[in-house]
């Protein structure tokens, strides 16, 4: 997979759904469909609306699609929170599903 090579925007980055503490000043909130990032899901129940995956599905495909995953943390802070690119993730699938076709069409 190619990093995503989108144009930046300028202007605080867009999120779906809760801002974090202390992101007010950096976060913008959007909805699902235009937000640049949005936060994992919920331990155990939650789910990605993106791509239905879980939570540790998305923590495990964070190490090995880079830029997914963005970690905010204060300085000094053991806890923080955990943020998803959506661009990113949106690519990834483009790429797996294109993938796959040209892998069922080699048969």
């Known amino acids: ?3 995503n090579t989108e144009t930046h925007k300028t202007g605080p980055a867009t999120l779906a759904g ?7 000043n950096v976060l913008q909130p959007a909805p699902l469909a235009d937000a640049e990032f949005c ?3 919920n331990p155990r129940r939650g789910r990605c609306p993106i ?3 879980s939570r540790s599905a998305l923590i495990d495909l964070g190490v090995t699609v880079p830029g997914l995953l ?3 943390r ?3 802070a ?4 955990v943020l998803m690119h959506l661009p990113t993730l949106r690519q990834y699938l483009r790429d797996m599903r294109e993938a796959q076709l040209k892998r069922e069409g080699e048969q």
Not at 18 to 24: A, D, F, N, S, T
Not at 78 to 81: H, L, N, P, Q
């Open 70 to 72: 963005v970690r905010l």
């Open 78 to 81: 053991v806890r923080g929170a």
């Open 39 to 41: 936060r994992l899901p």
């Open 1 to 3: 997979m190619t990093p």
């Open 51 to 53: 791509s239905g995956l």
């Open 18 to 24: 809760r801002i974090p503490h202390g992101g007010e």
């Open 74 to 76: 204060k300085p000094g």
